[in-house]
């Protein structure tokens, strides 16, 4: 895995979310801010074990193991996720969820 390749996605998401965002489409906006949320994630992890998970699960045990504050923020926002499949999006959901990306996305820059 190429670390350049997981950031042009996550710039690409947050970029896109907005653009959604903009123009009001809000369930398509909080899926963007999830994955760049999870690809902000994916960053961290990478930086510090070298390895990116292949699929949720994987994601919120290495989470938790090695970013247990990063796991708090997330955990709760991918209830939010889910829910958009099935039921109406509000904006205070993607808020809610636009502002994890933001703080994971800062944690990354950070490390």
Avoid: W
Wanted: aromatic content about 10%.
């Amino acid at each position: 895995m190429d670390r350049q390749i997981i950031i042009d996605a996550l710039e690409e998401y947050i970029a896109s979310a907005k653009d959604n965002e903009d123009k009001q489409r809000l369930r398509a906006a909080l899926t963007l801010y999830f994955k760049a949320l999870v690809e902000g994630c994916d960053l961290l992890l990478y930086d510090r074990i070298l390895k990116v998970p292949s699929n949720h699960t994987e994601r919120y045990e290495m989470l938790q193991r090695f970013f247990p504050e990063i796991y708090k923020i997330t955990s709760p926002l991918f209830a939010i996720y889910r829910k958009s499949y099935s039921q109406v999006v509000t904006k205070e959901d993607v808020k809610k969820v636009k502002d994890g990306a933001n703080a994971v996305k800062e944690k990354a820059k950070a490390v």
